[in-house]
């Protein structure tokens, strides 16, 4: 079976059963639910008769019954795509024309197998119709002979004669009249049955009168006269209208160029009577059929024009649709990939803003500890004025540190900032822990409620160091530049321990030393301020990485909308290509047609 005529049938059963049936009809016959059929395809009958067959155990009908319902259904969608067929005036020309327009389908689409269809008509009202075909689609056929009484708004009344496996013959009895026979009955009257020369009619008839009407004038006597004037007169009359009749087979060879579809002689006839007239009326269509037969042969070639620019058009739209296509699927997958990529960024950094948060938490307990131990300090008298200009230096040293640090934090993303702020206060917490022991033990007794703070800072610089231990296992790249840090750490202590000694001697200066440790103690205070503020900076930069992941994410779902918008778009534009090739082979049997007609 052909795809135009399946396609019907779907769109028909779609029509009256719904979409949902169709699809899963389809899928049951191996056509899948999106199938589209083009009209010269051919279509394989197992597959149609499963499709049938599941609607018709799903809807709970029997297959007659269906295909009957197709049958009538399918003369309405047979009327909208090929509404020329259907310009009939009743129901009995429609049915005559059949026939033609199964040839002409059978020439358009190779392989097409329609069933014959022939009508005959046994009276003014009724007509024998034949129906062969080998697949024996008769309820099908029956339901469309229904269709076109209703298309026509005529009733048929249908009589069955006759059936076998391939043939079906029906008596149709219509409600108006479908056959005139016009009879001349002095014309068949004169043939005397096997009469066929219209001269020798002509002579017969002028013969029988001119006897009868001789015998009253001339006499029974000379009847042999009469005989032989009757006859002498009706040859000469069929030799005249024989000879006046010449112009007739003229007339009969233009007509059979006409049947021919020759219209490329031009001629003329010269009679003075009807001959001429009924010649001229012959020359006057086949002028009128040249015209439109040029006319339709300047369409067709136009047509060819059209087809071949909008299938260079086709062309070059498919291929900038699959260009469009791949780079619309390279953007999808970057977003996917992006998207991937932000979450684990972070993820990764609300672990270490977690972290970083009870480090924070344990450096503001403390903070609270030290300013406890600095008013009492602030309370003691004793101090080194020797070494405070030593500690100043050291200071400075601690500023290189600090230039350095810095230097580590422009390498770094904001997270390695704040790490390398949290281990550079970390080793001078250390150090400060170091420098206030050795300052306590030095004032002694005075000395001992600073030597618990000190303690006490030591323990918060070692807590803050296993800190940064677990979170420098994700910046291993700056473990190099943090050795060098250490290092000029561990010179500057020796500097400083060098320094302590001369603190043993000069305990009267312990006043100095108190400034310089106020001193230390409120940059420890402020650097755990700015560290306050450095988490709640990464937790805000953390809160615009999730909203940089959710518009990620985004842009994923419109790239992969945007990619399967562009699939389907090629998909289509291929579906166009094919229509056009289609219709470039029906323009083509189309062009193939007219040149059977010579003008």
Same mark, same amino acid.
Do not use: C
């Given at each position: 079976?052909?795809?135009?005529?399946? +396609?019907?049938?779907?769109?028909?059963?779609?029509?009256?059963?719904?979409? @949902?049936?169709?699809?899963?009809?389809?899928?049951?016959?191996?056509?899948?639910?999106?199938?589209?059929?083009?009209?010269?395809?051919?279509?394989?009958?197992?597959?149609?008769?499963?499709?049938?067959?599941?609607?018709?155990?799903?809807?709970?009908?029997?297959?007659?019954?269906?295909?009957?319902?197709?049958?009538?259904?399918?003369?309405?969608?047979?009327?909208?795509?090929?509404?020329?067929?259907?310009?009939?005036?009743?129901?009995?020309?429609?049915?005559?024309?059949?026939y033609d327009v199964h040839v002409v389908m059978t020439k358009k689409f190779i392989g097409a197998k329609p069933p014959i269809l022939t009508i005959t008509p046994i009276s003014r009202r009724e007509a024998i119709f034949t129906y062969n075909s080998s697949r024996g689609m008769f309820e099908y056929f029956l339901g469309m002979l229904e269709g076109v009484g209703n298309y026509f708004n005529e009733k048929i009344q249908v009589e069955e004669i006759s059936k076998t496996n391939t043939s079906l013959e029906l008596k149709?009895?219509?409600?108006?009249?479908?056959?005139?026979?016009?009879?001349?009955?002095?014309?068949?009257l004169m043939s005397l049955g096997f009469i066929k020369n219209f001269g020798v009619k002509a002579g017969l008839f002028t013969g029988i009168t001119l006897f009868i009407i001789l015998i009253p004038l001339m006499g029974v006597s000379n009847i042999i006269k009469s005989i032989i004037a009757s006859i002498i007169a009706g040859g000469l009359t069929c030799l005249g209208t024989n000879l006046m009749l010449s112009p007739l087979s003229q007339l009969k060879e233009e007509l059979n160029r006409l049947v021919e579809n020759r219209y490329n002689i031009d001629e003329s006839i010269k009679t003075n009577d009807f001959f001429e007239d009924i010649y001229e009326k012959i020359k006057e269509h086949k002028k009128i059929i040249q015209s @439109?037969?040029?006319?339709?042969?300047?369409?067709?070639?136009?047509?060819?024009?059209?087809?071949?620019?909008?299938?260079?058009?086709?062309?070059?739209?498919?291929?900038?649709?699959?260009?469009? @296509?791949?780079?619309?699927?390279?953007? +999808?997958?970057? +977003?996917?990939?992006? +998207?991937?990529?932000?979450?684990?960024?972070?993820?990764?950094?609300?672990?270490?803003?977690?972290?970083?948060?009870?480090?924070?938490?344990?450096?503001?307990?403390?903070?609270?500890?030290?300013?406890?131990?600095?008013?009492?300090?602030?309370?003691?008298?004793?101090?080194?004025?020797?070494?405070?200009?030593?500690?100043?230096?050291?200071?400075?040293?601690?500023?290189?540190?600090?230039?350095?640090?810095?230097d580590l934090e422009k390498r770094a993303n904001d997270i390695t900032k704040i790490v390398s702020i949290v281990a550079g206060i970390a080793e001078q917490t250390n150090l400060l822990a170091l420098n206030a022991s050795i300052e306590a033990a030095r004032a002694g007794e005075q000395g001992k409620g600073f030597s618990v703070v000190a303690e006490s800072i030591k323990k918060l610089s070692e807590q803050s160091k296993e800190s940064v231990k677990e979170i420098n296992t994700n910046l291993v790249h700056f473990k190099g530049n943090i050795e060098s840090l250490v290092k000029q750490i561990e010179n500057q202590y020796f500097i400083l321990e060098k320094e302590t000694l001369n603190l043993e001697d000069v305990k009267n200066l312990s006043f100095d030393a108190n400034k310089s440790?106020?001193?230390?103690?409120?940059?420890?205070?402020?650097?755990?301020?700015?560290?306050n503020e450095q988490s709640k900076s990464i937790e805000s930069l953390s809160n615009n990485i999730k909203n940089l992941a959710s518009i990620a994410e985004e842009n994923s779902a419109y790239s992969e909308e945007g990619s399967a918008s562009v699939t389907q778009y090629t998909q289509e534009i291929n579906n166009l290509t094919e229509n056009i090739s289609n219709f470039e082979k029906i323009a083509n049997m189309f062009k193939e047609e007219l040149e059977k007609y010579k003008i």
């Open positions: 079976m052909k795809g135009t005529v399946v +396609a019907t049938w779907l769109n028909t059963t779609r029509k009256l059963f719904g979409e @949902d049936v169709v699809k899963n009809a389809m899928s049951y016959a191996g056509w899948g639910e999106n199938k589209i059929f083009s009209p010269i395809e051919n279509v394989e009958d197992d597959k149609v008769n499963k499709y049938i067959k599941y609607i018709s155990d799903n809807k709970n009908i029997t297959t007659k019954e269906l295909w009957r319902k197709i049958g009538q259904d399918n003369i309405i969608s047979f009327s909208k795509d090929y509404p020329a067929f259907f310009k009939h005036e009743s129901a009995y020309s429609f049915l005559k024309s059949m149709l009895m219509f409600s108006e009249d479908i056959h005139y026979n016009k009879e001349y009955k002095f014309n068949i @439109d037969f040029v006319s339709f042969k300047g369409l067709t070639d136009e047509m060819s024009t059209f087809i071949k620019k909008i299938d260079l058009i086709s062309v070059s739209m498919q291929q900038a649709s699959e260009s469009i @296509d791949e780079v619309v699927g390279q953007v +999808a997958n970057s +977003a996917v990939e992006q +998207a991937g990529q932000t979450d684990e960024v972070v993820m990764s950094l609300e672990e270490n803003i977690n972290a970083l948060g009870k480090i924070v938490q344990v450096e503001n307990s403390y903070k609270n500890n030290l300013e406890e131990v600095l008013k009492k300090i602030n309370k003691s008298n004793s101090g080194v004025e020797k070494s405070s200009g030593n500690i100043g230096v050291t200071l400075e040293n601690f500023n290189d540190v600090k230039v350095k640090s810095e440790i106020n001193y230390i103690a409120s940059s420890m205070i402020n650097i755990i301020n700015d560290l």
